[in-house]
């Protein structure tokens, strides 16, 4: 059987989801709105999702899904977190959406509906998984899939290890209270590394399949439990949307032909950790060879740790914007400076669709099988990282090899039209 080709029966399948899965701008969003996509060319699919109910309607999922429910996220205040934190067990992120409605709402659907499929996506909703698993009871349907985005308990191990090594940055006033906020950062982390341990192999142990987006995330979650069987279904690109011809940006400015780009959810820690890294470790050296040079940070919601970046002339931080590709395709070079994360990186598969040149950490790349220097270039240490850059800044052949080079890569293997078969082999017989 080809990787393209479909396979199995058509089945009913409920698909849970975190936040609503549309727009596909980024992360979550966009794997669980390719998949969805995917599966309802041969499926029936009902969605129930957190999110806002009256902005969920006229979306190109009211024609992909049979039925579609949404119910508002809980609210958490501050106040609620610590409490978590020091009155649970619990990791942070099995405190996150605890809503009695979507209970009711999943147990409505499981009575009304002879569901083959629930497919719960992410560790967050992992209380709905067990939901489900008490409604069953010693049935075997419906099948009960757990598509584990990140493995988390690996994240937080590494922002762990990044706080417990990170130096206060030179120069930076009040360097002991930085001090002390990443001591409790890592405090933080440390803690729900060992809970998410014991939390993330029950989730995985209670369902029926296990997804992991990358060889390495399969890895780190057998390396909890010798039972467990992960199967890889990894993150994909739409081929298609981020080849097509882009309009340039009219209206606002846009990176210059000596710029760099970086995209992703701003609020997100590891994307936040990355932009702070690289503005105050790399971006010097560069500017010191090429003082022209600006460093795009394309993606809503900007931490409050980012403010600190606003009055450099040479960052720009632009929020949420309606379509990242101009911004990917009037830069020079695309930048991934991760040093927490796992899974793997939808940024990469876009960035190489779009053709760019790409510079990035070990870890930012993590979960593809790709060459460096033939896809990509890859360097960790800041004065590597600049000296790369420059190097592609100064050379636009080999910035045009390795352009045409990732786009192919990405072409190749990482097509949504090529991934979503290997999750409908998972339901029929457990392998991609």
Known sequence: MSPGEMSGTSKKILVLTPQFPYPPHQGTALRNYNLIAGLARRHEVHLLSFGDPDGSH?????????????????????????????????PDMAQRLPSAQFRAALSAILERENLDVVEVEGIELAQYLFQVADWRGDQKRPLLVFDDHNCEYVLQQRAFETDSRRRAPSGVQGSVRAQARRSVGAAYSYVQWQRLRGYERRACLTADRVVAVSETDAEALRDLDPGLHPVVVPNGVDMAFYTEVVPPLEYRRGPGESDLVFTGKM?????????????????????????????????????????????????????????????????????????????????????????????????????????????????????????????????????ERLSRAARRFAESRYDWRMIVPKLERVYETGNA
């Open 267 to 399: 609020d997100f820690r590891p994307n936040v950790d990355a932009v702070l890294w690289f503005a105050r470790e790399v971006l010097p050296l560069i500017r010191q060879d090429a003082p022209q040079v600006r460093f795009w940070v394309v993606g809503k919601n900007p931490h409050a740790r980012l403010a600190s970046l606003a009055g450099d002339p040479a960052v720009e931080l632009t929020g949420w914007v309606e379509d990242v590709r101009p911004y990917i395709a009037e830069a020079a070079v695309y930048v991934i400076p991760l040093r927490i994360g796992g899974g793997t990186r939808l940024k990469v598969l876009e960035a190489m669709a779009m053709g760019k040149a790409i510079v990035s950490t070990a870890l930012g790349c993590e979960g593809f099988d790709l060459i460096a220097d033939q896809e990509l270039v890859i360097a960790d240490a800041p004065a590597e990282f600049a000296a790369a850059v420059l190097a592609l800044l100064g050379d636009p052949e080999r910035r």
């Open 58 to 90: 006229g979306t190109p999922l009211d024609e992909l899904c049979r039925s579609i429910q949404v119910v508002h996220p809980p609210q958490r205040s501050m106040r609620h977190r610590v409490q978590g934190l020091f009155l649970s067990r619990l």
